[in-house]
């Protein structure tokens, strides 16, 4: 009866998910030449000690996912809620990790009353001046660097019709960045965008954009490439080669948001074999990075700790995009990640 009963146990077991990713767990940070970063929810940071054991062990560079967005800073006017964030920074320096600063300018994330607003041109530029100003003279010495604009083109090149176009018109991008270097000209400045991996019309109309500003004389220190890809799209030469481009016109490239999404051919996808796609994937893309020049690589910040915290679980639970499955181990990915790091730039 025992021998059946033990029988019985190492069968079931058989279907239990095993953790062995294929590498050893280090600190990806230590073994890298540039910040790793990661997109960080402050209350799981300091309730769920599985979050926090990797999130410091793993990552120098905390990017708040939704904390630094005007909803929340801002949620009634000229009323700025800093005192969670400013525990989080009192947190980063105690452990020497670095926050990046996302997002001042977008379309979303924005408070009901500042979507509801009305008033003239001036009042708008106002808003706005005042919102990144504010913002940015809090954190200054602090947040070092900022998402000064997120996502403000569409796919086919043209500008998004977002509040601030249609309240202030086009060069809302030009104030945005110049009221942020008027209060902080030590902070770097970053247009965010996603879909710049790939080489098409969005990705062309932004480096444009940039660089006329630019030659104009307005800061704008670098350009975050999403990078929420998929097994097979787009493909890594794409990236490579748009990552290049970026680096070439003189931007610093920050891969803002990584995530590698189980889908193939545009179906979601699961098993062992995906999970190595995914792990080749990050192998090529950090691979990628790392053939950049030292001085433009700002660094790669995963867009999520484990894949039960990603924004895409939320939609689909087998997305399973990011480097520690949802039980907070690593994954083959991890270890994609890790050899990526390991290999030694040309
Ligand atoms: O915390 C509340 C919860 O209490 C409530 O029950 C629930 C009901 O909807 O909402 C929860 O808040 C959500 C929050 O994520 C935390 O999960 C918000 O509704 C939701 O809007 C918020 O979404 C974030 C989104 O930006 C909008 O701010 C995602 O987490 C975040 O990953 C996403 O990040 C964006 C980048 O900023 C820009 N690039 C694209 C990226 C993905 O959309």
């Given at each position: 009866?025992?021998?059946?009963?033990?029988?019985?146990?190492?069968?079931?077991?058989?279907?239990?998910?095993?953790?062995?990713?294929?590498?050893?767990?280090?600190?990806?940070?230590?073994?890298?030449?540039?910040?790793?970063?990661?997109?960080?929810?402050?209350?799981?940071?300091?309730?769920?000690?599985?979050?926090?054991?990797?999130?410091?062990?793993?990552?120098?560079?905390?990017?708040?996912?939704?904390?630094?967005?005007?909803?929340?800073?801002?949620?009634?006017?000229?009323?700025?809620?800093?005192?969670?964030?400013?525990?989080?920074?009192?947190?980063?320096?105690?452990?020497?990790?670095?926050?990046?600063?996302?997002?001042l300018?977008?379309?979303?994330?924005?408070?009901?009353?500042?979507?509801?607003?009305?008033?003239?041109?001036?009042?708008?530029e106002?808003?706005m001046k005042d919102h990144i100003q504010?913002?940015i003279?809090?954190?200054?010495?602090?947040?070092?660097?900022?998402?000064v604009?997120?996502?403000?083109?569409?796919?086919?090149?043209?500008?998004?019709?977002?509040?601030?176009?249609?309240?202030?018109?086009?060069?809302?991008?030009?104030k945005a960045f110049t009221y942020a270097t008027e209060m902080?000209?030590?902070?770097?400045?970053?247009?965010?965008?996603?879909?710049?991996?790939?080489?098409?019309?969005?990705?062309?109309?932004?480096?444009?954009?940039?660089?006329?500003?630019?030659?104009?004389?307005?800061?704008?220190?670098?350009?975050?490439?999403?990078?929420?890809?998929?097994?097979?799209?787009?493909?890594?030469?794409?990236?490579?080669?748009?990552?290049?481009?970026?680096?070439?016109?003189?931007?610093?490239?920050?891969?803002?948001?990584?995530?590698?999404?189980?889908?193939?051919?545009?179906?979601?996808?699961?098993?062992?074999?995906?999970?190595?796609?995914?792990?080749?994937?990050?192998?090529?893309?950090?691979?990628?990075?790392?053939?950049?020049?030292?001085?433009?690589?700002?660094?790669?910040?995963?867009?999520?700790?484990?894949?039960?915290?990603?924004?895409?679980?939320?939609?689909?639970?087998?997305?399973?995009?990011?480097?520690?499955?949802?039980?907070?181990?690593?994954?083959?990915?991890?270890?994609?990640?890790?050899?990526?790091?390991?290999?030694?730039?040309?």
């Open positions: 009866m025992r021998k059946f009963f033990v029988t019985g146990l190492l069968f079931l077991c058989s279907f239990i998910p095993k953790n062995n990713p294929g590498c050893n767990e280090t600190k990806l940070y230590q073994i890298a030449k540039f910040p790793i970063g990661v997109a960080l929810d402050p209350e799981k940071l300091m309730k769920d000690e599985n979050y926090w054991k990797i999130a410091v062990n793993q990552f120098n560079s905390f990017t708040p996912e939704i904390l630094l967005k005007p909803k929340f800073l801002q949620p009634s006017r000229a009323q700025f809620e800093f005192s969670e964030m400013d525990q989080l920074l009192t947190y980063c320096e105690k452990y020497n990790i670095r926050v990046h600063g996302h997002t300018i977008w379309h979303k994330g924005l408070p009901a009353w500042m979507e509801k607003f009305k008033g003239s041109r001036q009042d708008w106002q808003l504010s913002v003279k809090h954190f200054k010495g602090r947040i070092k660097s900022w998402d604009v997120n996502e403000a083109f569409n796919d086919d090149g043209t500008l998004r019709k977002n509040i601030w176009l249609k309240n202030i018109g086009e060069d809302y991008i030009e902080d000209k030590d902070a770097k400045l970053f247009y965010n965008d996603y879909s710049l991996e790939v080489n098409g019309p969005k990705q062309k109309a932004v480096l444009k954009y940039l660089q006329d500003l630019r030659s104009k004389g307005v800061k704008i220190d670098g350009i975050g490439m999403q990078m929420h890809v998929r097994l097979d799209y787009p493909d890594i030469t794409e990236i490579n080669k748009s990552a290049r481009k970026i680096h070439e016109a003189g931007f610093l490239v920050h891969y803002s948001e990584l995530d590698v999404s189980l889908i193939q051919k545009g179906i979601f996808t699961s098993g062992a074999r995906a999970l190595e796609r995914q792990k080749e994937r990050m192998k090529d893309i950090v691979k990628g990075y790392m053939e950049l020049s030292e001085v433009s690589r700002f660094g790669i910040t995963l867009w999520g700790v484990s894949d039960n915290d990603s924004w895409l679980s939320e939609q689909n639970g087998r997305a399973r995009p990011v480097l520690f499955d949802s039980r907070y181990r690593t994954k083959p990915a991890y270890c994609g990640f890790l050899e990526g790091l390991e290999n030694k730039p040309k």
